[in-house]
């Protein structure tokens, strides 16, 4: 059932995000050296074979918990913040001396979803990724907790993880976590495992349902925040692979063609700046369109005109992501704007060749182009 070529294209993929939970690397909030010596010899091993690998790691809040002396990982957001600041630096020297034994050089690399948001910083993070690759060094990425409130925050390193795929073009997300893969269903404790599920082709609503019910049981992000990962990064062209962390040397038997955990496969590719049009710039408003504007962007493939526009909601600025829901309210599209909420208020339902005389400006014809336009729920 396209087991076979989804499993066959692992052995090819050149380049791979490393996704690594805190249930991997730490033990009651200590750093298991061990561990981490076993994915630097996997990470090494699977360089000197022409891959390329950037590694997500957590463990950041779980370490500096310990170092402070806490039985708990911090019960406020300020908290959970100061004891990133203290873990992250355990967690990155670790990384570094295991790696230098290998002789390999890592960098460190701290982000927020709204870091990622605007097309230039994303560009910016792209570029200095690719080129520590380059380089032949290893990035090991974390969220940059101590300034990412909630409204900022990618929450859980599995989106983080599933975004850095669509920042290098990986092909491949491995999530390293402290279960074997998907089961069917939620496991119970002291029950025998339900079977794994192999490979999935498409994340349907059994798949989700197999998912749901084991949340908290595994690490911050649950198995729903996997799924949604997984999701992602089929979106940006990338397989994605969930295995059991707690296994040393997985990773280069899976890179061998050994099948270890649930494999999701690949969808097509959306390109590259549609995909952190959908996925990673927050949309920061709506807007109103009518049907037939419904129609000419779903089915003749147009631009967003001012004749289609009924109203708008909230407010944003040239260049943000918005919001084009139909009159019943449900998202079609998602686009980058060329005028901000104010003017496009004013150029509802206005003819093109009006747009200079009502403004005083104009940006181009075009309230939303083509190219900067995705369509919801097709793609
Ligand atoms: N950034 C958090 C940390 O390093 C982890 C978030 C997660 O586990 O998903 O502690």
Known sequence: MGDEDSWGL??????IVLKIGSSTITHDGR???RKFTAIARDVAALMEDGLQIVVVSSGAIAVGAHRLGW????????????????????????????????????????????GLEERERFLNARHT?????????????????TVATEEIRFGDNDNLAATIVNVVEADLLVILTDVDGLYECAPEPGEPRPPLIRTVEKITPAIEASASGSGSRFGSGGMVTKLEAAQNAARSGAATILCNGKIDGLLQKIMKGERHGTLFSPGDRLRGRKHWLTFTAKPRGQIVIDDG?????????????????????????????????????????RGLVGYSSGDVAKLT???????????????GDEVIHRDDLVLIGES
């Open 71 to 114: 039985t708990h990982v911090g019960r406020t957001v300020r908290e959970k913040q100061a004891a990133a600041a203290v873990g992250q630096i355990g967690l990155v020297e670790l990384y570094q001396r295991r790696f230098a034994r290998l002789d390999r050089t890592v960098g460190q690399i701290l982000l927020t979803r709204t």
């Open 293 to 333: 504007a419904v129609r000419a962007l779903k089915e003749r493939g147009r631009s967003l005109l001012p004749a289609g526009i009924l109203r708008v909601r909230g407010s944003f600025e040239i260049g943000d992501s918005v919001r084009l829901v139909n009159e019943r309210g449900e998202e079609v599209a």
């Open 349 to 363: 339902g206005q003819a093109t060749k009006e747009i200079n005389r009502v403004l005083g400006y104009s940006n």
């Open 31 to 33: 750093l298991r050296p």
């Open 10 to 15: 692992i052995p090819r993929a050149k380049r």
């Open 129 to 145: 990724m690719l080129e520590l690759l380059r380089l032949g060094v290893i990035p090991i990425v974390n969220e940059n907790d």
